[in-house]
């Protein structure tokens, strides 16, 4: 064979693998499995680690290891020399915005400034970054005034997120009028969106959402049949029926129906949802006065990194031990 040939093939083999190793990295990281992503990060060349793609990598699997002060000064070095690139300014963004929920009442403000100027950036640079477009309009919604918060500045990011996104922009559009107490205003934005895309799941989960709030129990019972129905994953699915369960534990109707999806929620469940999704199940058993089930959820209940939850549990607990004496 032509040797000229085989170093080509041998060049194109390394690339395919090198670029395999980069993916891997950039999946690990999604799926906030730091150790893989570290493992295949000490796979990729010396110069793949010092691209600025390498570097970003490495800032991130510091947010994945909880070491956000250090990801923050890390970003912020980063920045200085590449003030123009987007994904080193969202991440910027990113940790800055965890070192103000964690930063005593004096830096919560510097904090809050540093998440505001790095993900306005990273919007001037792609108008149509989602995930920055979503922690802006979370952080107005949420962040006092003072912090730089303004309800108005959501709405406009919500807006252009709807520029490209539309079925996605028409949930955050109805989630900041439910925010800023305009629900009429947030049904309508509901209501357009169902009439442009009536098989989206989030949209009905939305709707739900506020349903639940008002206490409408038949009405979130409607919407979340339909989010079940049309869920494109196993996540989403789960979700809906976790509060379809909810709905009937809260309500006290429909019963069976709220044991039938818990129990079809448990293998969907993450680590998170899943010690709630048995808690609800708990209730519904001593709500049926089928205490033995009860008790035997509450025994697999993990409340170990929950607060809410444990208090929950224990109450429940004692309410069960009355019933059955």
Do not use: C
């Not at 929920?101 to 792609?126: P, V, W």
């Not at 925010?179 to 947030?186: D, G, M």
């Not at 709630?276 to 035997?296: M, S």
């Amino acid at each position: 064979m032509n040797k000229k040939l085989v170093a080509l093939m041998i060049s194109a083999a390394i690339s395919f693998a090198s670029h395999a190793d980069i993916l891997n990295v950039e999946k690990s990281l999604e799926n906030n499995d730091i150790l893989a992503a570290e493992k295949a990060f000490e796979s990729l060349s010396l110069d793949e680690k010092n691209s600025i793609q390498g570097r970003v990598f490495s800032g991130r699997i510091l947010l994945g290891k909880d070491q956000s002060e250090e990801a923050f000064d890390y970003f912020e070095d980063l920045r200085d020399d590449n003030t123009e690139n987007v994904e080193v300014n969202y991440y910027l963004g990113v940790s800055a915005v965890i070192m103000a929920q964690k930063a005593s009442i004096f830096s919560k403000l510097g904090y809050a400034e540093d998440f505001l100027e790095a993900m306005e950036k990273t919007i001037e640079l792609k108008p149509d970054h989602k995930k920055a477009l979503n922690s802006l309009i979370g952080f107005h919604l949420a962040a006092p005034s003072i912090a730089g918060g303004d309800t108005d500045k959501a709405l406009t990011y919500a807006n252009q997120l709807k520029s490209f996104d539309e079925e996605l922009g028409y949930e955050q559009v109805a989630n900041v009028y439910w925010q800023t107490e305009k629900p009429e205003l947030a049904e309508q934005a509901l209501r357009e969106g169902l009439k442009a895309f009536p098989e989206s799941a989030e949209l009905y989960f939305s709707r739900a959402s506020s349903y639940i709030k008002e206490k409408a129990w038949d009405k979130a019972r409607l919407d979340l049949n339909l989010a079940i129905k049309y869920a494109k994953d196993d996540e989403s699915k789960g979700r809906a029926l976790y509060q379809q369960g909810k709905v009937s534990a809260e309500s006290g109707m429909e019963i069976d129906l709220g044991i039938a999806s818990l129990i079809q929620a448990i293998p969907l469940a993450d680590e998170q949802y899943e010690p709630w999704v048995k808690y609800r199940l708990a209730q519904l058993y001593v709500h049926n006065k089928d205490f033995v089930k009860a008790k035997g959820f509450i025994a697999k209940i993990n409340v170990d990194e929950n607060d809410d939850l444990k208090s929950k549990v224990k109450k429940l607990k004692k309410k069960l031990k009355k019933l059955m004496s």
